[in-house]
T-cell receptor
Framework: QKEVEQDPGPLSVPEGAIVSLNCTYSNSAFQYFMWYRQYSRKGPELLMYTYSSGNKEDGRFTAQVDKSSKYISLFIRDSQPSDSATYLCAMSPLSGGYNKLIFGAGTRLAVHP | GAVVSQHPSRVICKSGTSVKIECRSLDFQATTMFWYRQFPKQSLMLMATSNEGSKATYEQGVEKDKFLINHASLTLSTLTVTSAHPEDSSFYIC?????????????FGDGTRLSIL
């Protein structure tokens, strides 16, 4: 079993839709949770960064963490064609002298006009 | 925001060649830099972690003599793929973080696409 599970998609939605992206994990030591967006042939770009359980909102993006269920989500409101990319969840344990991240497989999202 | 520059973006070379990839943090001092490898439609796999002034820590299964990492300053780390072969063809991405603790996010470069003929 992988430490982080993420449905690779692809997920295709019409412009303006609300998109829900999810990851589950097995390691209860994870405390820091991130969502990265990666366009084709580019490096990942940090979208959201949260610590422990709860919600965080930034513009059209909302990140949710439910540590009791070991489940994290990213919601995109009013999706745009420019949101078409691969979305990677990543997480890290509290302890550790360096910032080692465990990534999900990434979900490919296509938003069509 | 934090910017990480990676160079070159694309390399095509013959089998047996050694290739050096640079990763620079442009507007912050990176105490720790990371090197990842990504195959098509797959996630990032951590290869090694480098801290400025010390030897890199390699992940299990990564040959340290094959993938030489140097982190000589707080703004520059290099990855050298020695005697590259076609199976080394991949997308290599670096990241950098200011802090040595888990509450500092990583910022990524745009990657280097390596093709070995």
């Amino acid at each position: 079993q992988k430490e982080v599970e993420q449905d690779p998609g692809p997920l295709s939605v019409p412009e303006g839709a609300i998109v829900s992206l999810n990851c589950t994990y097995s390691n209860s030591a994870f405390q820091y949770f991130m969502w990265y967006r990666q366009y084709s042939r580019k490096g990942p770009e940090l979208l959201m960064y949260t610590y422990s359980s709860g919600n965080k909102e930034d513009g059209r993006f909302t990140a949710q963490v439910d540590k009791s269920s070991k489940y994290i989500s990213l919601f995109i409101r009013d999706s745009q064609p420019s949101d078409s990319a691969t979305y990677l969840c990543a997480m890290s344990p509290l302890s550790g002298g360096y910032n080692k991240l465990i990534f999900g497989a990434g979900t490919r999202l296509a938003v069509h006009p | 925001g934090a910017v990480v520059s990676q160079h070159p973006s694309r390399v095509i070379c013959k089998s047996g060649t050694s290739v050096k990839i640079e990763c620079r943090s442009l507007d912050f001092q990176a105490t720790t830099m990371f090197w990842y490898r990504q195959f098509p439609k797959q996630s990032l796999m951590l290869m090694a972690t480098s801290n400025e002034g010390s030897k890199a820590t390699y992940e299990q299964g990564v040959e340290k003599d094959k993938f030489l990492i140097n982190h000589a300053s707080l703004t520059l780390s290099t990855l050298t793929v020695t005697s590259a072969h076609p199976e080394d063809s991949s997308f290599y991405i670096c990241s950098a973080t200011q802090g040595a603790y888990s509450n500092q996010p990583q910022h990524f470069g745009d990657g280097t696409r390596l093709s070995i003929l």
